[in-house]
């Protein structure tokens, strides 16, 4: 007899004994059983979901703000821990300075800078200065806040041109929302001065920049012709 007849002639005995054909019938229960709780239990879920439309909504929404959440944060360390470099690093500084001229200049910032579009994007405005050594006029794009008879404009770096030629020259227009300020009177304060004209959510990424001067601009004053006539 070969070793293929003995083998199959093994797996019929075996398949003949009661006691293999007792677990074979408790195992194919026991799967149909399984398989029938699964499917009971699946109707049961689309059941309830179509009954409670609301449930999907509010676990949608929950998973929105949970990744929002995530995003927030991931931006306001990472602003916080490049803030640090900023301050703390020359070259950095410099280098983040230039590249944020660089992307003032073309795109989409100058194209909304001033407009009230504009000022959705942290009061993006419009700043005119001369330069204190050349006399030329430059534009800065910057976020301005209005804070008593003037504004508040934010000194992102240690060293900033825009700041020093206000400084020098006393004054610089801005334009914010469609309008043009002029403006006079340069003052630096400190963060404590300046903190209430900024909203909640700008407070938090200018305190993960690390911001702790800023420019306090007022308004031009305007003398009366008929005062000047009397002078």
Not at 32 to 48: C, F, L, R, S, W
Not at 99 to 128: D, E
Not at 153 to 182: F, R
Not at 193 to 218: C, S
Request: with cysteine; charged share 25%; glycine share 8%.
């Amino acid at each position: 007899m070969s070793f293929e007849t003995r083998r199959e002639s093994y797996i019929s005995a075996f398949r003949r004994n009661p006691r293999h054909q007792e677990k074979h019938r408790t195992y194919a229960s026991l799967n149909t059983h399984v398989k029938g709780v699964q499917q009971k239990a699946g109707k049961t879920m689309q059941k309830n979901r179509s009954r409670r439309p609301g449930i999907a909504l509010v676990r949608g929404f929950i998973r929105f703000l949970l990744t929002l959440a995530a995003v927030f944060g991931l931006l306001f360390f990472g602003l916080l821990a490049w803030g640090i470099l900023i301050r703390n690093n020359k070259a950095v500084s410099e280098k983040t300075r230039r590249l944020s001229s660089r992307i003032g200049k073309g795109g989409l910032i100058p194209k909304i800078a001033g407009t009230s579009f504009g000022s959705l994007y942290f009061n993006l405005s419009v700043l005119k200065h001369m330069g204190r050594k050349s006399g030329r006029e430059y534009v800065t794009y910057l976020s301005a806040y209005p804070l008593g008879d003037g504004f508040v404009l934010t000194v992102a770096y240690p060293h900033t041109d825009w700041c020093s030629n206000i400084m020098e020259t006393g004054k610089c227009t801005l334009t914010l929302k469609g309008q043009e300020y002029e403006l006079e009177r340069p003052e630096l304060i400190p963060m404590s001065e300046a903190w209430a004209a900024y909203p909640p959510i700008t407070k938090l990424f200018a305190l993960a920049g690390g911001e702790q001067q800023y420019l306090w601009v007022h308004k031009k004053q305007v003398v009366p012709e008929e005062d000047v006539a009397e002078r």
